[in-house]
């Protein structure tokens, strides 16, 4: 008899262990679930998430600039590696990309790209204008031994702007390369006269090549006819 209570006990035991074991795994399943919908990335704490910054406002362009933030000094919203007031262009940006506030042509910052990642930056720019309009693009870049690269189709180390019409067509040919190498700040500017009615722009800081890049002050601005 003693015998069979041991066995009664050893089952109910192996019972509870299950019972235990079980309500671990689930835990442990509602922990990860928790996690993965960062339900504790509100609570700021040790190893919790980021609450995201109220970013500072963007000050209006000076007369005559299309653009915001074109010296890139402004950095305060929850994207802290791209320029407040522009957007990254590809589904999988580079990663390591960033405000670079010790090296500027102007202000203290400019916008920085390794080239082991294709990379542009761009804004939108609703802005009617008549044809014969004259449309430049400008910009400031520094270049630590950039060169071609064979790894992407465009070769791009440009300020670019793309420009749409009101017939729905647009213009991709407006760009101002800098010199491939390693050199200084140089500005570049091209311009290119509309000859149909203009609707808006994108305008694009872009990188494509090895290497590394530095981008500052640029600019998109247009005169009417
Ligand atoms: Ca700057
Ligand atoms: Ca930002």
């Not at 919908?37 to 970013?55: D, Y």
């Not at 407006?174 to 203009?198: C, E, M, R, W």
């Not at 090549?209 to 247009?222: E, I």
Request: proline content about 6%.
């Amino acid at each position: 008899m003693p015998k069979r209570k041991t066995k009664k006990r050893d089952l109910v035991g192996a019972s509870s262990k299950n019972k235990i074991f079980l309500l671990l795994f689930i835990a442990i399943g509602i922990f990860f679930t928790l996690y993965k919908l960062n339900i504790f990335a509100a609570s700021g704490g040790r190893g919790g998430g980021k609450v995201a910054p109220t970013p500072v406002p963007l000050p209006t362009p000076p007369a005559g600039e299309l653009l915001l933030n074109t010296s890139f000094e402004y950095n305060t919203d929850a994207d802290s590696r791209t320029p407040d007031g522009w957007v990254q262009h590809y589904d999988q940006p580079n990663k390591l990309v960033k405000v670079d506030c010790g090296v500027s042509v102007s202000g203290k910052c400019s916008y920085y790209v390794d080239g082991k990642h294709y990379n542009a930056i761009k804004q939108y720019v609703t802005y009617s204008a008549p044809p014969g309009s004259t449309v430049t693009v400008s910009g400031w870049g520094r270049g630590k031994d950039v060169a071609d690269s064979t790894s992407v189709a465009e070769g791009s180390f440009w300020v670019q702007a793309w420009i749409h019409y009101t017939d729905g067509s647009t213009e991709y040919g407006l760009h101002a390369d800098f010199d491939n190498g390693t050199h200084d700040f140089q500005k570049v500017q091209k311009s290119y006269i509309a000859p149909k009615p203009v609707e808006g722009f994108t305008y694009f800081v872009k990188f494509g090549k090895t290497g590394y890049a530095w981008f500052d002050d640029v600019s998109l601005a247009v005169i009417t006819p």
